[in-house]
């Protein structure tokens, strides 16, 4: 498959976690705690999509994803514990291209 996905996440047990089901999958999964070091990955590797948390220190991933999208066309998925309807509009309306809520992740009942 030869992908290569960045997870941004501050919760390093839920970006494991992820890592652990992308790999199997085939991704080669980069993971970043914060904006800062997401834009480091970026600038240096190709990466074929990203999953961004909302909530994390410093930078939200809503202010990641809009500069993100004025140099980068890769799609971007939310994944974040915000559940209400107004964020997952405003992740939409600021070029997210999906919006999926912390506890629907796999391995969740």
Same mark, same amino acid.
């Given at each position: 498959m030869n992908k290569n996905v960045l997870i941004v996440d501050d919760e390093e047990e839920?970006?494991?976690l992820l890592e652990d089901f992308l $790999?199997?999958?085939?991704?080669?999964v980069y993971k970043a705690t914060n904006?800062?070091?997401?834009?480091?990955? &970026?600038s240096e590797i190709e990466i074929h999509?990203?999953?961004l948390d909302i909530m994390m220190p410093e930078e939200s991933g809503f202010n990641l994803c809009k500069?993100?999208?004025?140099?980068? $066309?890769?799609?971007i998925i939310f994944l974040s514990a915000l559940q209400n309807d107004?964020?997952?509009?405003?992740? &939409?309306?600021?070029?997210?291209?999906?919006?999926?809520?912390?506890d629907a992740t796999p391995g969740k009942s």
């Open positions: 839920i970006a494991e $790999s199997i999958e085939g991704y080669k904006g800062k070091k997401a834009k480091e990955i &970026l999509f990203i999953l500069s993100l999208r004025k140099l980068y $066309s890769m799609p107004t964020d997952k509009i405003r992740g &939409l309306n600021i070029g997210a291209d999906d919006y999926i809520v912390k």
